[in-house]
């Protein structure tokens, strides 16, 4: 049972913002499970589909299964180092603009770099990412705070 309800509010006020806490908290919590959600995606398309000898050899045959265009399009992401300099792009745009989506996703980018051999710069970006990020939803929750 919840305690002795604060002066000046009423039960269903309590309720109604304990329900927003809750919301609050799921809109917290998805820029961190989007991270760990693509680099698990990226750590299963390594161990996967990329490094298995037996299938780059199935792949380098001419007429290879229809996943062999996904290989080669996971192969594609970080052979340039294109996954770096997308997750350096995304961390600088970030710390620019100071906004937890654009931290997330330059955490979920540096993430799939870091597991996707562009360690460096994907490290980079995922620590740029987590600061933003951690940042700006500490800022909300102050927000929150001053108007409660």
Same mark, same amino acid.
Not at 96 to 123: I, M, S, T, W
């Given at each position: +049972? ?20 809750? @919301?609050h908290m799921? $809109?917290?919590?998805?820029p961190w ?9 990226? +750590? ?12 780059? =050899?199935?792949?380098? &045959? ?9 290989? $080669?399009?996971?192969? +594609? $992401? ?16 970030? &710390?620019? @603009? ?10 979920? @980018?540096?993430?799939?770099?870091? @597991? ?13 990412? $987590? ?6 939803? =500490? ?10």
């Amino acid at each position: +049972m919840a305690g002795p309800v604060p002066a000046g509010r009423t039960r269903a006020a309590r309720g109604q913002r304990e329900q927003c806490d809750n @919301v609050h908290m799921k $809109t917290r919590l998805w820029p961190w499970l989007l991270a760990l959600g693509v680099t698990g995606l990226a +750590m299963a398309a390594r161990y996967l589909l990329i490094q298995p000898p037996e299938i780059a =050899h199935q792949c380098d &045959a001419a007429g290879g299964p229809w996943w062999c265009a996904l290989r $080669t399009a996971a192969i +594609m $992401t970080y052979s340039g180092y294109g996954l770096g300099y997308a997750a350096l792009v995304l961390s600088g745009l970030a &710390a620019l @603009v100071r906004r937890a989506a654009l931290g997330g996703l330059a955490l979920a @980018v540096g993430g799939a770099a870091l @597991v996707l051999y562009c360690y460096e710069p994907g490290a980079l970006a995922m620590a740029i990412g $987590t600061l933003v990020l951690a940042r700006a939803q =500490h800022e909300a929750q102050l927000r929150r705070a001053r108007l409660a």
